[in-house]
C-alpha cells in the first residue's frame, strides 16, 4: 500500500491485489502395496519406495531431494472406500471438506542410510553415524528419499498438488 497526505489533507491510497485460483489438483492414488511403482505430479516423476506404519518413502525420479527442500505436494491418508481420512484430530468425514494437512514430519534420508535401517531397525546410534560418515565421504552422490510421517498408518493415500490455473492481480486507488 502507497498513502499520501499532502498539505491540504488529501488522502490518497493506492494497493495492489493479486488473486490466485485453483483450477484443477494433480494427483495419484496409491496403495499401500503398490511399494516400486512410478506416478506423476505435475510433469515430476516419483517412485513409492516403502510404505509401513505411518511412513511414507517417495523417491523424486530425475533428480534427487535436497536436504532442506519444501515438498510441493501433501498426502492424505484415507480409508480404503476413501470416506474416511486418518488425521491427527481422528477420523474425519471427507464429505465434510474439512480437511487439514496431517503429515506430521517430513525429513530427507539418503538411501544407504534408509535401507540400512530397514535391514536393521536395532541400528545404534554409534553404527549410524558411522554409515552417515561414509555416505557424505562417498564421491558417488547420493540419492535422497523423502520420508513422510502421517497421523496414522497407511493403506491407501492420495498424493496430491494444486494448480495455480488463473491469477489477477488488480490495483486500486482511493482518494478523497
Known sequence: YNVNIDKEDTIEVKGVYTISCI?????????KHNTGKQFI??????????????????E?????????????????NVSLDEKTEYSGKGLLQ??????????????????????????NNTLSEREHDKLKEKVKKS??????????KLAAPVEKMIIYKPHIGAK?????????
Open 168 to 176: 489477477k492481480s488488480i490495483t486500486i486507488n482511493i482518494s478523497n
Open 23 to 31: 483450477t484443477r489438483y494433480y494427483y495419484a492414488k496409491m496403495l
Open 94 to 119: 471427507l464429505s465434510k471438506k474439512n480437511w487439514e494437512r496431517h503429515m506430521e514430519a517430513t525429513y530427507f534420508l539418503p538411501k544407504k542410510i534408509y535401507h540400512a535401517f530397514r535391514k
Open 139 to 148: 564421491k558417488k552422490k547420493s540419492v535422497i528419499y523423502a520420508c513422510m
Open 60 to 76: 523424486k525420479l530425475g533428480e534427487s531431494f535436497k536436504n532442506d527442500e519444501k515438498l510441493d505436494f501433501e498426502i492424505y
Open 41 to 58: 505430479i505435475d510433469q515430476q516423476k516419483y517412485k513409492l519406495i516403502d510404505v509401513f506404519d505411518d511412513k511414507v518413502i517417495i
